[in-house]
Each structure stands twice: as C-alpha cells, then as structure tokens.
C-alpha cells in the first residue's frame, strides 16, 4: 500500500512565519499544504500576483498545494439573501479561484463558509432548491478547467444553520450531478455526536477531499478517541490517497505545528 500524502492548512501559522514552517514541511515529510488566500494577501484585490510569487516559491521549495479553501472570506456572501441579488457576484469570484488553482497547479476548492449558506428562516426546500441550482451553474466551466469544487458538511455548533448533516449533503451533491462538484468530509462531524464512518467509505465516489479536525479546529496534540479510530480507517483504506490536517491558530505556535505533524503522521501514514 503506498503512503498517504499529507497536508496541513495554512490557516494553522501567521504568514510571516511561513518560512518556518516550510521547515517542517520537510522534516516531518509532509507533501504539501492548502491554502486559505487571505491568509497569504490579506485582500483580494492583489490574490493574482501573490498566488504567482507564492506558487513560484512553493514549487522551489517542492512544496505542492492540494486545495484552495477560505474562498468567501471577508467577502459578505450569502446565496439565499435577496432572492439571488448577489449570486451573479459569488459565481464570478469563485471563478476567479478557479484561475487561482491554475496558478498553484491545484485540482481541489474546498467550499465550507456557513455564513455563504446561511438560510435564516427561509424553508429548507427552497433553501436545498437555490443551493442546487447555484452549484449546477458550474457545471460547464467545472468541465473545462477540470477542478473540483469540494462541499462541506459543518456541525451546527459552529453556527451551522443549512447542511450539517452528512446525509443532507450526500442529497444535495447528487442532485447537483457534476462529476466536478464532490464532498470535502471533515472529522468535525465526530466531534459532537456519534457518526458511523462506514458511511463515507459507503459513498467515497462522492468524496474528493478529506481533512481531519479537533474540536474547534484546536492543535493535534491531543487527538480524541474519534480522531485517532478515523485515522486509523483512513490508514486502512487503499481507496484513500491524499489528507489533510487543519488547525486554526491566530499566532504561530511552531512546537505546536511540529507535534501536530507528527502525531497526525503517526496515526494516518504507513
């Protein structure tokens, strides 16, 4: 069984500290990270001569990008408000990100904003009806650039109000039916009530992206029981090739980073 690739977020270190971590990309052997934009221009005004000199130095530095996240940070969308006022708005910067992930070589957008998909008292059926159709307007572009567009299911206790069960999303990515538009399963679903994990090996055709989380995103340096037993599995699993490892942190802790690397190689690499 070949080893798993392995990723860390960049949402886990300041920016400036990045060079330091770069370091310990390479001692612990990990392949590479995904990257939150804003966490490296702070605006997205600049995102396309940033993302050039940053995928310049990555690719020096032999150092791959396996997703794009963060994609609607700061950006004050939402789908359902206004009856779609917005949407055109939404469709064309997620395009842009499209052309981000040319610039890193990257096949992977991960989408997991509740605020994007925050419904409010609109209707479940209307709010499932406006998010299929959305997401079925990528479909030709999907199939030109060839990049995945990664839905995440979120826990409600992280202000979730729309798709925070796995089942839901399961619908709703096969309503969309675009071989381009898959799921990004996050161990955060163990994190509140108990799930059975044998759902997502049930359905990894659906699945394109897998990242592994601590309760509020903390660092790996304690993982939980459902952690630990789904690393574990993904270890197991032929089918799975590529994890990442997020943790969010304001300020950068590298003897944090270092011990969450490591333990998180421990549990989920051969």
């Known amino acids: 069984m070949k080893k798993k690739k392995l990723f860390i977020s960049n949402l886990a270190w300041e920016h400036r500290n990045f060079n330091l971590v770069k370091e310990l990309i390479k001692i612990n052997q990990f392949n590479g ?16 001569k940033v993302s050039k000199k ?27 408000k206004k009856k779609g006022k917005y ?18 070589k990257c096949k992977k957008i991960i989408i997991g904003s509740s605020e994007f998909r925050k419904k409010g008292k609109l209707n479940i059926n ?4 406006i998010f299929i159709n959305f997401f079925k307007g990528f479909k030709k572009i999907l199939n030109k650039k060839k990049i995945y567009l990664c839905l995440e299911t979120i826990p409600y ?17 096969k309503k969309i039916n675009c071989k381009w538009i898959k799921i990004n399963f996050d161990s955060s679903l163990f994190h509140f009530k108990k799930f059975d994990k044998n759902l997502l090996f049930k359905n990894l055709k659906y699945v394109e992206n897998i990242q592994v989380t601590q ?33 969010i942190s304001q300020k950068t802790d590298i003897n944090k980073i270092n011990y969450s690397m490591k333990n998180f190689k421990r549990l989920v690499q051969n």
């Open 157 to 173: 206790q992280y202000n979730e109000d729309f798709i925070f069960d796995f089942y839901h999303m399961l619908y709703l990515v």
């Open 126 to 129: 209307a709010a499932n009806t």
């Open 54 to 80: 940053t995928s310049k130095d990555l690719r020096k530095e032999k150092i791959k990008v396996n997703a794009i996240q963060g994609i609607y940070f700061k950006k004050n969308f939402n789908i359902f």
């Open 87 to 104: 949407i055109p708005n939404i469709y064309n910067h997620t395009v842009n990100i499209l052309d981000i992930c040319k610039i890193y």
């Open 33 to 48: 990270i995904d990257i939150a934009p804003i966490k490296i221009s702070n605006n997205w005004k600049n995102l396309i």
């Open 215 to 247: 309760k509020y995103f903390e660092y790996f340096l304690n993982p939980s029981k459902h952690n630990i037993k789904f690393c574990r599995s993904l270890k197991l699993s032929p089918n799975i090739k590529n994890i990442s490892l997020e943790i």
